[in-house]
């Protein structure tokens, strides 16, 4: 695939695995950049990306969960924790 002179978003470059353009012009490969991969520790479900803190449902050392169970168990946990607190 040629460059082109048109100006992508950084999604449609990561999906073609193409150059981008940084904020300060240089030009940063996307293909040296790695993305973890790790299994969810609450619904057990295959992610990408860098997870969330899982605590106060489970230990960090245990691993760390999805975006999803981060908003639908965790922050609520956390809420509910901080609540009894007061």
Same mark, same amino acid.
């Given at each position: 695939m040629e460059h082109s002179d048109e100006v992508l978003t950084c999604e @449609? /470059? @990561?999906n073609v695995g193409m150059e981008i353009l940084a904020d300060d012009q240089q030009v940063i490969n996307l293909k040296d950049f790695v993305i973890p991969e790790f299994t969810c520790v609450i619904c057990d479900d295959d992610c990408v990306g860098f997870g969330n803190?899982?605590?106060p449902i489970k230990p960090i050392k245990d691993g760390m969960c999805c975006d999803k169970c981060n908003y639908r @168990?965790?922050?609520p /946990?956390?809420?509910?924790e901080r609540s009894i607190r007061k």
């Open positions: @449609v /470059a @990561v803190n899982p605590e @168990v965790i922050c /946990a956390r809420w509910a």
